[in-house]
DNA sequence: AGTAAGAATGATAATCGTTATCATTATTGT
DNA sequence: ACAATAATGATAACGATTATCATTCTTACT
């Protein structure tokens, strides 16, 4: 099943309709990698059809989100950013502090941990978001030469 | 060392003042538990003295961050949120999509397994942000009984 | 196919958190 | 005490997000 047929049943399955500009944001969306705010969105989208409103970005990266093909990754600037989940193994991040650059990781470890902590509390998962901040090497070698 | 003096020894190191407005945002921001936002901090500072801005409040906690005596928690309601650092041992945070209720946890295992991950990527740690998102027993028995 | 009912859209205004500005006040080293 | 300078608080400015609303599109029913 593919992305554009999930969301379509999540839509029909929560009374929403599907229309074209929802098609067009979410295709857009698809065809772009990484962290996206709605303006990067907005921006694709309109490269399709470009009588897309903002409005209807904001509205439609909701329920794109909720119909679990999206999740919201961190804020960066002040807007907040989302990636898509299509094709796209599931990962954490690892930012750094000094110049942003995001490495993705996964440790099945704590993804396993993970589990056993929403079972020990009687929690039924609903996903998580888990970032590690530091100082790439690049930056520390650039604070180590400016000292 | 208490976490007065340690605030007085970051703003020393860093060539700023320790002035009135600063000891009172401290103060009442170290009285109060859980996660505030700016307008709870600026309420509980203004108990102590009615004059303090808020303006002085986004800049004390960004100090009171950098200075490691708090970090930023969760967003809630889009306005960011700070947790104080003092007698609060460190924790991750499980939070209830349905009723917004958090539950503090450690997991010893998850903690030793980031330190692995900076390690392998060079990465001098800073802190991380971990929350874990799941619907709680409580909205799970109300979810069904509303089916 | 035609139509009526209701949802979705896009433009715009409104809201709200955060940051910048600036005249006044407070702090510090001398 | 004083001069130099940083900090403050009020307010304006800004930017992201949400609400509003007239118009347009979808859908279910005939």
């Known amino acids: 099943m593919n992305e554009l047929m999930k969301f379509e049943t999540y839509l029909r399955s929560h009374g ?3 229309t074209r500009p929802r ?13 996206l705010s709605i303006d990067d969105i907005l ?3 309109k490269k399709i059809d470009p009588g897309i409103g903002q409005a209807t970005v904001f509205r439609t990266i909701r329920l794109i989100t909720s119909a679990g093909l999206a999740r919201e990754a961190l804020q960066e600037d002040g807007a907040r950013t989302f990636e898509h989940l299509a094709d796209h193994p599931h990962h954490d991040h690892l930012l750094c502090v000094g110049c942003g650059k995001i490495i993705e990781f996964l440790s099945p470890l704590i ?3 993970q589990q056993r902590i929403f079972v020990r509390y009687g929690f039924e998962p609903r996903g ?3 970032e590690l901040l530091g100082l790439c090497p690049e930056c520390q070698a650039k604070e180590r030469g400016e000292h």
Request: aromatic share 4%; glycine share 8%.
């Open 43 to 45: 921006r694709e989208a």
């Open 128 to 130: 998580h978001m888990m």
């Open 23 to 35: 098609r067009v944001i979410l295709e857009a969306f698809l065809g772009a990698e990484g962290h």
């Open 16 to 18: 929403q309709k599907m």
């Open 111 to 113: 993804e396993q941990e």
